[in-house]
């Protein structure tokens, strides 16, 4: 599924998604997160070990709510599917989202390990 032009912005600005996985006991869990787009696909980067990270398992149904910080008004909500999860090129990944989102580099916990995770578009809204 493609993401509307329009609504391209919220996701590569400074908007914080939010994020919401399913523990495995079936309560839902959600999180603010960065997010970045590679294509039509949403890439949220995470650590080892935490909750969203254990949830993020490859074939994992997620949704995401992105708010324009400028008009609360204006937003998405996505439904999709983890389709990839790995640890290659995630640091440097988490580097350039720290550069957008605050201008410098990730400062990152002695021993963590970062992973990027892809999500593919199953639903898109609103739709226009």
Known sequence: MEIPEKYIDLFTGRHIAHLATINPDGSPQV????????GNMIIVNTARGRRKEKNLFL??????SIVD????YRYV???GTVIGVTEDGALEHIIKLSHRYFGRDF???ENEIRVMITIEIRHFFPKN
């Open 31 to 38: 999180t603010p997160v960065w997010i970045d787009i590679e």
């Open 59 to 64: 074939g994992a149904k997620v949704a995401l």
């Open 69 to 72: 910080i400028n008009d609360p």
């Open 77 to 79: 909500s996505v439904q």
């Open 107 to 109: 400062k990152r916990a």
